[in-house]
């Protein structure tokens, strides 16, 4: 019970931490940002599509998928980078509360900003598609459930899938002291891949559809959003992509050895 209690202390104490820094700035910005990018391209439209709210869902699926590795680089990166420029790491595990405590405490912070954008996506999308219009009057709640909700419910898949990805910019971020060095790393993993493998296409190295979103799961930075790239949306107009579950497992089990991994190294450089 008291090392419940203590680990309740740490978590707290991150809280209040962090509460006034830029993390819930950027746990707000992620989902607004791209709600409103959505929002914008239908206030557009000239010609709203058969099913407009399945439609609407999608494209929030898409984006959001893309800004994701953007998102999590800059959030975890932010959050370390707070002990990082403080040698905070050293006073706390100088305290006498396990160390394991003060490295699950960040990561707990992690997992609860990433369900609150989750959350906010929720509440901006149904905002946005209220004030669209993009239901059937009368049955908005069955129009959720049928049209929006599938779209949801695969994003979360897509916030599993980036679990390793997740792992590897902690390890980068308490790694390296600096902010700008992890984030670079982190959008480089995220982008260059991407151009590099276009790049590949229009040369005509690779071929058909789908040879793009094969190779980009290769790499954890590009796997959340890799499905966006196989068009099956082309032939299958109720089709929100596929990540296949041996890459979503993968992704989780290898991200419990990096955070273990990078919890041995950390704390021996550390206590040294």
Known sequence: MAKNNNFSRVL????????????????????FLTVSLITIIYFGMEEVPDRPLFDFSRNLLLVASFFLPFYLALLITQINFTENRIQGWKILYAQPVPKAFFFLSKISVIFICSLATLMLFLIFSIISA??????????FISDLSNNF??????????????SLMMAIQFFLSVRFRNFILPMGIGIAAAILPIAIFITLGIAG???????LAKILR??????PYS?????????????????P???VIGSVLLAIVVYILTYIDHTRRNTL
């Open 12 to 31: 707290q104490t991150d809280y209040l931490k962090y509460r006034k820094s830029l993390v819930p700035w950027i746990t707000l910005f992620y989902p």
């Open 130 to 139: 209220k004030s669209l219009g993009l239901y059937t009057p009368g049955s």
């Open 149 to 162: 909700f599938p779209a949801f419910l695969k994003l979360l898949v897509v916030y599993l899938s980036a």
């Open 205 to 211: 190295i690779i071929q058909g559809q789908g040879g």
């Open 218 to 223: 290769i790499d954890p930075y590009t796997l």
């Open 227 to 243: 499905f966006t790239f196989d068009f099956g949306a082309l032939v299958n107009p109720d089709y929100l992509g596929v990540i």
């Open 245 to 247: 579950k041996f890459y």
